[in-house]
């Protein structure tokens, strides 16, 4: 069975019971995880651990808190109130689990279907978004880490260009694939307005809405947008149904060329500001 389940934020007890409701078994079974593996949840350690526990059962994507986890361990980012990364921070096995994560991708297109995190934008086709994200994912693997993670934060630019190279380059295709929710009609990204699809300012849509988006017609399932909640789709599913806000934590059966969603209901751990 093939499962993609919404953003985990460290939640392991919903991830436990989900999988147990889902009968997973690594030697038969795969799980795509859609980012977010870490942050606000009270098991951040211990979901990094479930997770490479399964080995190439498992493909796990990186979402904004997962770069949050190594920008804070190389003292590029501070700590946040609502952060839960101690455990992983003061871990003996600490820099085991920051090269485990480094390892992990920004897209993938498996099964039929283009996953990320949070978004694609209107000018990228699946393939260009596959090369994209292996040019980033390449920097996070590589030797010079500090130094990336010193340029990646930022909302500059905001609209895509091909002729973008460098830190300008990496920081759109960064913050298109882990924080995107809205952008205007020729692709420019907004990052100020974080509620559902229906709250939309005038001029801004949700990036799966822009018309003559190029990867229109090709299946991607993503996260990253607990306000949106659940959105299902013949090409489109958005799987984070908010689980660290007391929500539920969500998973898409997609083998045999059928669909079935599966829930279990979650414990608060944060609450929504």
């Known amino acids: ?48 651990e479930r997770l490479a526990s399964f080995g190439d059962s498992a493909t796990c994507l990186l979402g904004n808190h997962d770069l949050h986890l190594l920008a804070v361990a190389h003292g590029v980012r501070g700590v946040h109130k609502s952060d839960t990364l101690d455990q992983i921070l003061e871990s003996p096995q600490r820099e085991h689990w920051l090269g485990w994560l480094r390892r992990q991708r920004l897209a993938v297109q498996a099964h039929g279907w283009l996953m990320v995190h949070a978004g694609v934008l209107p000018q990228w086709s699946a393939e260009q978004t596959l090369a994209l994200a292996a040019e980033v994912e ?24 091909d002729a973008l190279q460098g830190a300008d380059r990496w920081r759109l295709v960064i913050n298109t694939l882990t924080r995107v929710r809205f952008c205007s009609a020729d692709g420019t990204l907004d990052f100020k307005v974080k509620e559902g699809a229906d709250a939309a300012p005038p001029g801004l849509m949700p990036w799966f809405d822009v018309p003559g988006r190029r990867t229109a017609g090709v299946p991607i399932a993503f996260g990253h947008w607990s306000t949106l909640g659940l959105l299902d789709r013949p090409d489109l599913l958005a799987l984070d149904t908010g689980c660290i806000w007391g929500g539920a934590l969500t998973a898409a059966r997609i083998d045999g060329g059928r669909r079935e969603l599966i829930s279990v209901k979650c414990v608060q751990a944060q609450s929504p500001v």
């Open 1 to 48: 069975m093939i499962y993609l389940i919404g953003d985990l934020q460290g939640c392991c007890d919903a991830f436990d019971r989900l999988l147990a409701t889902l009968d997973f078994s690594p030697s038969r079974d795969h799980v795509h995880v859609l980012g977010d593996l870490v942050n606000r949840g009270p098991q951040s350690l211990r979901t990094l």
């Open 138 to 161: 390449a920097l996070l693997r590589g030797s010079d880490l500090p130094a990336f993670l010193q340029v990646m934060y930022g909302n500059q630019p905001a609209c895509w260009d």
